[in-house]
């Protein structure tokens, strides 16, 4: 009985979010019928690396289709195809000053994975469709995640910077002199004018 009670515990559906559990998408559905979806991911259920955070629920709807690709009479290549969209808002640190920088995101996209290995060894390709992109899934499908990872990273610019004129920070001490200089400058002297000073000096003499 001890059991059942803690199974309705943690069945109880509260703080079980359905955005928590991954979403995968199966071959072995996919050959039933398309598998439309429609789903929101928290912050933090994408792993989207250390640089690039999330800031608000990433929405995103779509279908997944098979292809399936005949290679000759004996062999047919299971792809997946999937085309939707996905929005969300990113934060990322300014290039050149390290403050965050918020990065709304919109994107759709229409991605072809075909099964791990099947290009290895020969080239020729029979893509359905010449503009899907294409990735590869492992095993018994793929995972949505999977594949919203890579078009919302694919989203992040190489350099963001938080305004046009960031001023960025001081190499000697980090001030942000967005917020006003440091007095590095003036302590730190060119060695051409310490020379300058010094033959000066001599002239003086
Ligand atoms: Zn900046
Ligand atoms: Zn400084």
Redesign the pocket.
Known sequence: MRASAAFAVSGGGFGQSPAGVPMLIEIKELELHPVDFREEFSPGAIDLGAEVRQRTQLATEGRADLVEEHHDKHQVVQDIRLKGKLATSLEVPCARCLDPVALPVERSFDLLYRPLGTDAGHEELSVTDAEAEIGYYQGDGLLLEDALREQVLLAVPLKTVCREDCKGL?S????NWNEGA????DEIEDPRWAALKEIRGKLNQ
């Open positions: 001081c000697h001490c980090g001030k440091c007095s590095c400058a």
